[in-house]
C-alpha cells in the first residue's frame, strides 16, 4: 500500500521563526518520487521539490530546505526565517515507479500561518 | 509560464446541469492526465486517470457515469460533470505527464498542475 501521512494539520508561528513540516511516507517500490507543493488561497499548487529515492542528499533551495531519510521513510520540509507570505497549505505527496506519467498520493496537508 | 491550462477558473451552476471543465497542456503532449478532487481543508484525491485515445480509469468510489472524462487528444482532456448536485461542489484540479524525457520537457515541468476549478452547484 501506499500512503503519506502529514501528522500536523495546522502550524502557527510567528514570522522570522524556523518551521518543520513533517511527512513520512509507505511505500513497497524500490524506485519512487517524493514532492512537496504549496498550495496558497487561490488554489493553484506550486511546485516546490522533487526528490527521487535514489538521491538522499539533503537539498537547500534559498530559506527552504528538505531532509529525506530513506531509514524512517520521511521526507521532512524547513522553512527558516519564515514569512508571511509562506503561510499556505503545504502537501507532501509520493508517486511510485519510474515513469514520470504515474499518480501522486498526496498527504492530508499542513496549514502553516505565519502571523507577522 | 503555466504548462497546464484549465478552466475555468470557477463556476457556478443550478443543481442539476451540467458542467465542463478542460484541462490543457502547452507546449508539451500529454500521454496521461489526472483529475483531482478537492473537498475544504481536506487533500486532494484522485478521481481518475486517462490516457490519451482510450477510455478513463476511475478511483473507488468515483461514478464514471457521473463524471465523465475524455482525453481525445494529446492536449486536452475535459470533465463533465453531469446533473451536478451540492454535494459535487468541490475544487477539481487536473494534471498532465508525458512519456516524453523529462529533459526534453519544459522547464518546470514538474509544475503540472492546471489552476483548478471551483465548482459550486446552487
Known amino acids: 500500500a501506499q500512503k503519506v501521512t502529514q501528522a500536523q494539520t495546522e502550524i502557527s508561528v510567528v514570522e522570522k521563526e524556523d518551521v518543520t513540516l513533517d511527512c513520512v511516507y509507505e511505500?513497497?517500490?524500490?524506485?519512487?518520487?517524493l514532492f512537496w507543493y504549496k498550495q496558497p488561497p487561490s488554489g493553484e499548487l506550486v511546485f516546490l521539490i522533487r526528490?527521487?529515492?535514489?538521491?538522499?542528499q539533503n537539498e537547500i533551495s534559498g530559506r527552504y530546505s528538505w531532509n529525506f531519510q530513506k531509514s524512517t521513510s520521511s521526507f521532512n520540509f524547513t522553512i527558516t526565517a519564515s514569512q508571511v507570505v509562506d503561510s499556505a497549505v503545504y502537501f507532501c505527496a509520493l508517486r511510485s515507479g519510474s515513469s514520470n506519467t504515474g499518480k501522486l498520493i498526496f498527504g492530508q496537508g499542513t496549514t502553516l500561518q505565519v502571523k507577522p | 509560464g503555466a504548462v497546464v491550462s484549465q478552466h475555468p477558473s470557477w463556476v457556478i451552476c443550478k443543481s442539476g446541469t451540467s458542467v465542463k471543465i478542460e484541462c490543457r497542456s502547452l507546449d508539451f503532449q500529454a500521454t496521461t492526465m489526472f483529475w483531482y478532487r478537492q473537498f475544504p481543508k481536506q487533500s486532494l484525491m484522485l478521481m481518475a486517470t486517462?490516457?490519451?485515445?482510450?477510455?478513463?480509469?476511475?478511483e473507488q468510489g468515483v461514478e464514471k457515469d457521473k463524471f465523465l472524462i475524455n482525453h481525445a487528444s494529446l492536449t486536452l482532456s475535459t470533465l463533465t460533470v453531469t446533473s451536478a448536485h451540492p454535494e459535487d461542489s468541490s475544487f477539481y484540479i487536473c494534471s498532465a505527464s508525458s512519456r516524453v524525457p523529462r529533459a526534453r520537457l519544459p522547464r518546470n515541468t514538474e509544475a503540472f498542475f492546471g489552476q483548478g476549478t471551483r465548482l459550486t452547484v446552487v
Open positions: 486517462s490516457n490519451e485515445g482510450s477510455k478513463a480509469t476511475y
Open positions: 511505500t513497497r517500490d524500490t524506485t519512487y518520487y
Open positions: 526528490r527521487n529515492s535514489f538521491d538522499e
